[in-house]
């Protein structure tokens, strides 16, 4: 067996230890004589992995006690109308900050569940490569939150300072926080948001559950017409099993917040993030053939597009990675050009192979 | 390791062989290198996986041309809700036909979105043991569909018929029937059916994955306020791509595809489903100490809820029960008692280690 490094934005790699115990566990956990797929979630085993990665996932972002952690389903797309539909109620519209096509594509969904207004917007003057100061972020009066999105995915941009509002003067306006692709990556001050949210297929497991982490006092506000199903309240207070959850993907979200632990917790695995975004984007800034087009301070530590200056060796480029088991390198349809997206998962090795295989190819071919 | 017998109503057991294939699979797919829940969605690896889902469910269940099959996320529960929300502005309001508590809590979800009429109820009469007569059924002059129930999970009641509404000069009514408990365990002719739903961890895989089977001419006509991750036109048009699918729950859906044709398709299962449920039927019905409370013609084949006439022997029987290594025979909360869910998995030793259990407990305790 040879194991690819896998560049995918997601879903992406995990940890192969991880995968190698939920290999061993298949088809008996623990000596229950179960697998964890055929369990009643209302049965001990399973309940008993739920509670545990609930408090691991607390124990990793130190989340305040005044927080819900909510394990959903509907990705961070269903997301994108499940956020409006529990809080816009709560004040006179929302405002959305623009800085990639993740967060304009909410900033579309929500407008079917009352006024939307995008209060900052990167794209027609800097194409989704900047971050907008907080201080221009134009707050309306009475919005029910600000929506924003940290790390933009599929442009690589990702937010140098955490989005405390109270420096502006309005932090009782609840942050929305879209971190689907860099949860888990840093420590972050979960008490200065209102909701944080994550599609799991990138930086905590398998696709098909959604990490949601709400403070309480948003909680019990949602639309009549939100399905119960999506309704943080009802969700909450049934232990994210008012419907059967996705207790699969939660099992190995379980696994990877135990290896997390297990590395040191964020502060260390930000470490080796740095230092392997670091590698790549040294490699890039000292190429001819490369190139990075986001504002330096603005880029993205997990998710790292680049373009080769002549297109035209796009294919070559990517048939040799793919010889060098280097797969999912080639960069959104809507961005062109290579992505490579390096994860938790993503050990300092497989960015090691990268670059090597950039350097020889910019010798060779470049 | 020892293997139990699970007779969980859901997630259940899953076929050995599938659990074997998916632990082999884990780090590397096919020789590919990457396990299944590490591949990008949009890669050709998950999309063969994926599309080879589809093909499979459309061929084990005769699926008619005009229909089109498509995995969603939020379970039956959030079914309850997306239903009326893609299809109750066709018509004015829609019929419920309540035989158990799925059904019950299904017409309740759906007057968030429009007016409901329960147009046949075995709650008060009957306490939820039968099914009405097709002719009992009170339809309302233009409803955008009647909802159905045909298995229900918790009371064990099972339509001895498929609800064809030509039968009664309504043909031109779209028929919903949550099928999440019976999918799959007999041939059905999916064309007496406007829409077919199932959350996949009772009979076709791991929690996290529904199942929709939707005629084209209802899709299309959603409600403005629902959303998109959640509106069968997105979803259809996305090839149920539109979001990230639950890829490994899909994956695993798959397998159980392939279980079921190598056994030789639904013919074949349904006669085992057949002698399975009689064997047990049979234990209940000959027995001075279990009874099963439902109309003979309306047991369901898969949920087999039996209760002990000295109910002071309960604790008694299941803790003997969990010696033999039968796991989760207890009835649900809201009808007290046993239950033994015999989905396809669950092989005939299986339910012939259940009765034997069952006879040896009533001869030394009974």
Redo the contacts between chains.
């Keep these: 067996?040879?194991?690819?490094w896998?560049f995918?934005?997601?879903?992406?790699?995990?940890p192969?230890s991880v995968?190698?115990r939920?290999?061993?566990d298949?088809?008996?956990w623990q000596?229950?004589?179960?697998?964890v797929?055929?369990?009643?979630?209302r049965?001990k085993e399973?309940m008993s992995i739920h509670a545990q990665a609930l408090a691991d996932v607390r124990e990793l972002l130190a989340v305040p006690d005044n927080y819900k952690v909510l394990f959903m389903?509907?990705?961070?797309?269903?997301e994108?109308?499940?956020i409006p539909?529990n809080l816009i109620g709560r004040g006179d519209g929302a405002d959305y900050v623009v800085t990639g096509s993740w967060s304009k594509k909410s900033e579309k969904?929500a407008r079917?569940?009352g006024k939307t207004r995008i209060v900052a917007n990167t794209e027609s003057e800097a194409g989704f490569t900047t971050v907008p100061a907080l201080a221009d972020w134009q707050l309306s009066d009475n919005p029910a939150y600000v929506f924003t999105c940290p790390n933009e995915t599929v442009v690589g941009v990702e937010y140098p300072f955490e989005p405390d509002l109270a420096q502006v003067g309005q932090g009782d306006v609840p942050v929305v926080a879209d971190l689907s692709s860099s949860i888990l990556s840093r420590p972050i001050d979960v008490s200065k948001y209102g909701l944080i949210f994550a599609?799991a297929?990138k930086n905590i497991?398998?696709?098909?559950?959604t990490l949601v982490i709400v403070r309480e006092d948003l909680i019990g506000h949602a639309l009549?017409?939100c399905?119960?199903?999506?309704d943080y309240k009802t969700v909450a207070d049934n232990d994210s099993m008012?419907?059967?959850?996705?207790?699969?993907?939660i099992y190995?979200s379980g696994l990877v917040f135990q290896w997390l632990k297990a590395q040191g917790g964020l502060a260390a695995i930000e470490r080796m993030n740095v230092a392997k975004a670091e590698l790549l984007y040294r490699c890039i800034d000292g190429s001819a053939l490369y190139e990075n087009r986001v504002d330096k301070a603005c880029r993205s530590r997990m998710n790292v597009p680049f373009f080769l200056k002549d297109e035209a060796l796009n294919d070559a480029f990517l048939a040799g990675a793919k010889e060098a088991?280097l797969?999912?390198i080639k960069g959104h349809k809507s961005v062109g050009g290579m992505r490579a997206s390096i994860y938790n998962a993503m050990p300092l090795a497989g960015v090691q192979a990268l670059v090597d295989y950039m350097v020889e190819f910019e010798r060779s071919r470049g």
Excluded: W
């Design positions: 067996m040879t194991r690819v896998n995918s934005a997601g879903p992406g790699a995990l192969e995968l190698r939920a290999a061993v298949m088809l008996d000596g229950c004589g179960m697998g797929m055929e369990m009643s979630h049965g399973y389903q509907g990705g961070a797309i269903g994108n109308a499940i539909l969904e079917k569940y599609g297929q497991g398998p696709a098909g559950v009549d017409i399905p119960s199903a999506f008012y419907n059967t959850p996705p207790t699969y993907p190995i088991d797969v999912q």
